[in-house]
């Protein structure tokens, strides 16, 4: 064993590993992080499996036209266009993502993996990213459950560089489960928990309530029926300073494909709208979606 990189990690060059990973909330507030460090990858395993023996599988009503009769007319025509009409109401869903991460306007990308599952019967969100930049590894890892949401990054398998919770940060992630609703459940969009007002023919607002948090955003619904963007005005990002503010969040998403009958966006980006200009800090392109996972290890 060579520890001595570690030992310069953690003394020398721990301040200026801080100072670059700091920024990187914004990129991993949709995200957590696997692969090597163990700690943080055995972490996103346990809340998973505890989950699925939270959450099992059991048998679940087929989506109706009668079911989605009360949404909005933009909604009922993504509904129908996905083809979640004819299938079981999802229950959970595991998502894979391949994404290049920017840390600052003008930045270099940083590519990056990321796996999650999300659950619906009781909202649940467990998202694990790895990357890396200048040859030193970014972990993440960030779960979002009833009791709030936490959110970690460790740097080289070592050390957290940020380790947050609170109701600011479960109130943004609320936003990021209503994201998920959106694009990867439309089966889901009748569920109590959202509320609609419908604005015109290719657009409506959703909220969405759960426990104590109250989000909204705006969907936009192309003629085709794709659900083409994502707008919340209730949304944080974690700023170079440490706080975090409030910052207008949208999710462009396009090149709608099939995966076992159901379609979506394969392509999306992650944007802050900031009163200086958009910043667009992440493009994902979707590598693998499977719905109602029976248990089974991560990965």
């Given at each position: 064993?060579?520890?001595?990189?570690?030992?310069?990690?953690?003394?020398?060059?721990?301040?200026?590993?801080?100072?670059?990973?700091?920024?990187?909330?914004?990129?991993?507030?949709?995200?957590?992080?696997?692969?090597?460090?163990?700690?943080?990858?055995?972490?996103?395993?346990e809340?998973?499996?505890?989950?699925?023996r939270?959450?099992?599988?059991?048998?679940?009503?087929?989506?109706?036209?009668?079911?989605?009769?009360?949404?909005?007319?933009?909604?009922?025509r993504?509904?129908?266009?996905?083809?979640?009409?004819?299938?079981?109401?999802?229950?959970?869903?595991?998502?894979?993502?391949?994404?290049?991460?920017?840390?600052?306007?003008?930045?270099?990308?940083?590519?990056?993996?990321s796996?999650?599952?999300?659950?619906?019967?009781?909202?649940?969100?467990?998202?694990?990213?790895?990357?890396?930049?200048?040859?030193?590894?970014?972990?993440?890892?960030?779960?979002?459950?009833a009791?709030?949401?936490?959110?970690?990054?460790?740097?080289a398998?070592?050390?957290?560089?940020?380790?947050?919770?609170?109701?600011?940060?479960?109130?943004?992630?609320?936003?990021?489960?209503?994201?998920d609703?959106?694009?990867?459940?439309?089966?889901?969009?009748?569920?109590?928990?959202?509320?609609?007002?419908?604005?015109?023919?290719?657009?409506?607002?959703?909220?969405?309530?759960?426990?104590?948090?109250?989000?909204?955003?705006?969907?936009?619904v192309?003629?085709?029926?794709?659900?083409?963007?994502?707008?919340?005005?209730?949304?944080?990002?974690?700023?170079?300073?440490?706080?975090?503010?409030?910052?207008?969040?949208?999710?462009?998403?396009?090149?709608?494909?099939?995966?076992?009958?159901?379609?979506?966006?394969?392509?999306?980006?992650?944007?802050?709208?900031?009163?200086?200009?958009?910043f667009?800090?992440?493009?994902?392109?979707?590598?693998?979606?499977?719905?109602?996972?029976?248990?089974?290890?991560?990965?």
């Amino acid at each position: 064993m060579k520890p001595f990189p570690f030992i310069i990690i953690n003394t020398a060059l721990r301040p200026a590993i801080r100072s670059l990973a700091r920024p990187f909330f914004f990129l991993f507030a949709a995200a957590g992080l696997s692969g090597g460090c163990h700690s943080l990858w055995t972490d996103y395993d346990e809340a998973l499996q505890a989950e699925f023996r939270a959450q099992p599988l059991a048998p679940s009503n087929v989506l109706t036209e009668e079911d989605i009769a009360p949404l909005p007319e933009p909604v009922r025509r993504y509904v129908r266009y996905s083809g979640a009409l004819g299938k079981p109401v999802p229950q959970n869903v595991r998502i894979v993502f391949d994404a290049q991460m920017v840390r600052k306007r003008g930045g270099e990308p940083m590519e990056a993996h990321s796996e999650q599952v999300n659950f619906f019967n009781e909202p649940v969100r467990l998202f694990t990213m790895e990357a890396s930049q200048y040859l030193v590894p970014f972990r993440a890892l960030h779960l979002y459950r009833a009791e709030g949401a936490t959110f970690q990054v460790r740097v080289a398998g070592s050390f957290n560089v940020v380790d947050i919770a609170g109701d600011t940060l479960t109130a943004a992630e609320t936003v990021t489960m209503l994201n998920d609703l959106c694009f990867f459940a439309p089966g889901r969009l009748a569920d109590p928990r959202l509320s609609w007002r419908e604005v015109d023919s290719s657009s409506c607002e959703a909220t969405f309530a759960n426990g104590k948090f109250r989000v909204r955003a705006m969907l936009h619904v192309n003629a085709a029926g794709e659900l083409v963007n994502f707008v919340s005005d209730d949304r944080y990002a974690l700023e170079n300073d440490g706080t975090m503010r409030n910052v207008r969040w949208s999710t462009p998403v396009s090149d709608y494909r099939e995966f076992d009958g159901r379609r979506i966006g394969t392509k999306g980006e992650a944007i802050y709208h900031y009163p200086d200009g958009d910043f667009t800090y992440g493009t994902f392109r979707l590598v693998s979606v499977q719905y109602d996972v029976n248990g089974g290890t991560a990965r």
